[in-house]
């Protein structure tokens, strides 16, 4: 089996169907679909009745919450790559699936392009270090290894940033493969927690930032960031390109500025 979707869902009736009739609308066919719901207490479980006989795996019971869930889907299943697509997102179109799986990589992580959320598309320009301190991979819209998945569960400790941790573990320490593509994978429900409490995303960052790496990495991280706060962040306005090199001007002028010269 090439594909296992899981979806995590928790009292989002209304986005759940939506997602279910996403995934059921798919040319592609060699995928298994896997609900996690936590115990919802509105109608979520007769929705996953309604369509129960094309879901492969469902449960609903308390969890400790999405990333919770998410791992009790990786648990259960089978296929090559997984994918999850949580309750409210949904594939951009009923092709999608069979595009991806038309492209011809073996990568451990497939990555396309998402509409709907504000966050900036990376990988793109390829990943390194520096575009994830300062974007994510958008983890709706990237296939991943069932194997590389489970080598690195989601730490349940996080309520928002435990899908970054794993696209630093598994691309920066692990050096797995990765294949961006254009193709339009999600469409994003804005609503979600990561896109409405910027200061629990920026505190749960810091601390997996701080777990992850060595204090002599981040002191130059945050020295950075101390002269020159604007060189974390990309602006929308300009291409990636043109960032760095006006970061490397700019740290080139503050090192001349410090000399004396």
Known sequence: MKLSIITVNFNDANGLERTIKSVLSQTFQDYEFIIIDGGSTDNSVEIIKKYEEHIDFWVSEPDGGIYQGMNKGLQQAKGEYVNFMN???????????????????????????HAGSPHPNVGKGGVTMYSLFTGAVDHQASFIRRELALRHPYDERYRIVSDWKFFIE????????????????????????????????????????????????????????????????????????????????????????????
């Open 87 to 113: 309750g409210g997102d949904c594939y951009h179109s009923s092709d999608v699936l069979e595009a991806i799986f038309s492209i011809d990589t073996v990568a451990d992580i497939i990555t396309g392009a």
């Open 170 to 261: 598994a691309l920066i320490f692990d050096n797995c493969s990765f294949h961006y593509t254009d193709i339009i994978v999600v469409d994003v429900d804005a609503n979600g927690i990561s896109n409405t409490n910027k200061q629990l995303d920026r505190q749960e960052r810091e601390s997996v930032l701080n777990e992850l790496f060595p204090e002599r990495i981040l002191k130059d991280y945050q020295f950075l960031g101390s002269v020159h706060p604007d060189l974390l962040f990309i602006s929308p306005r300009i291409s990636k390109s043109q960032h760095i090199r006006k970061c490397i001007i700019r740290i080139a002028r503050w090192l001349l500025k410090a000399k004396g010269l």
